[in-house]
């Protein structure tokens, strides 16, 4: 996506909830913050042409906007939960193997989580005896037909904002009814947590103190995956925390959303020990 180009954005949004057909009739709107009334095509419209492609934004804005089927199905699909979840967010990539990668984890304490769509990819959240508690699933594609020519890509990605329940230990991508990878949502969580912290961050070693966390972490996880509770409470509580603790220096600045301040990852440990 280029900045500058709403469009594609509102199109690709649109896909993601469940808008699959890449209609072609008018519609009309009102463009409150702009006091605009709006005749155009709607936004799962496939292809701009040269002429529009080079519209600026908020002009380019008008010449696309949302039908009221879809205005309706997003809202009927918004009020579908009143309150809102801990949620966690899976992004990963799934070759054509169905190999599938998680490069990171991340969780919210409240969102809206992801319709399940039919499709040949589930995303399972399961609980410490194996059991899903919840799964949403999700249909793979490697191709882009939006780009000009159309591209096929080696890797096909996936985002979805799943639930995470108190009782929620673990995630598991399933390909074509083909288990395809097992996360420990807590070791993943503190992995991916550490990994994103900046190395001004630390008070001295940057690369080793962050390689001596990552051990931990594994050895947390092989307490965890051997059901050693008590073992991984201490080492997670008494351990990590207080290294994290030690190593880290206060008011560190964060570069970017997903990065960890010192306060919220011990914050993320106190969490993950409530859950024990």
Same mark, same amino acid.
């Given at each position: ?17 469940? #808008? ?5 009739? $008018? *519609? /009309? +709107? ?5 006091? &605009? ?71 919210? #304490? ?5 319709? $399940? *769509? /039919? +499709? ?5 959240? &399961? ?150």
């Amino acid at each position: 996506m280029l900045d500058g180009q709403p469009l594609v954005t509102a199109h690709e949004l649109g896909h993601s909830y469940g #808008f699959l057909l890449h209609t072609n009739f $008018s *519609t /009309t +709107g009102f463009w409150v913050q702009r006091q &605009l009334e709006v005749e155009a095509k709607d936004y799962m419209f496939l292809g701009l042409t040269q002429q529009e492609q080079q519209l600026p934004y908020p002009t380019q804005g008008t010449i696309r906007w949302t039908s009221s089927d879809h205005f309706g199905s997003l809202f009927r699909q918004f009020r579908t939960q009143t309150n809102d979840p801990e949620v966690l967010l899976v992004t990963g990539l799934v070759n054509r193997s169905g190999a599938v990668t998680i490069p990171f984890l991340y969780r919210t #304490f409240n969102g809206r989580v992801d319709q $399940s *769509t /039919t +499709g040949d990819g589930a995303v399972q959240v &399961l609980d410490s005896t194996g059991n899903a508690l919840t799964e949403v699933g999700f249909a793979t594609d490697f191709s882009v037909t939006d780009a000009d020519p159309p591209v096929t890509l080696d890797s096909a990605p996936f985002a979805l904002a799943v639930p995470y329940p108190p009782n929620a230990t673990s995630v598991r991508i399933v390909i074509a009814g083909q288990v395809m990878a097992d996360i420990n949502v807590t070791t993943k969580l503190l992995h991916d947590a550490v990994d994103s912290i900046p190395d001004a961050a630390y008070s001295e070693n940057p690369e080793q103190r962050r390689n001596a966390l990552f051990n931990k972490i594994d050895a947390l996880d092989s307490q965890l995956n051997s059901r050693d509770l008590v073992g991984a409470r201490n080492k997670l509580g008494e351990d990590i925390r207080k290294h994290l603790d030690d190593w880290l220096v206060d008011g560190y600045a964060v570069q970017s959303p997903v990065q960890y301040a010192k306060s919220q990852i011990l914050a993320l440990i106190g969490e993950l020990l409530a859950r024990f």
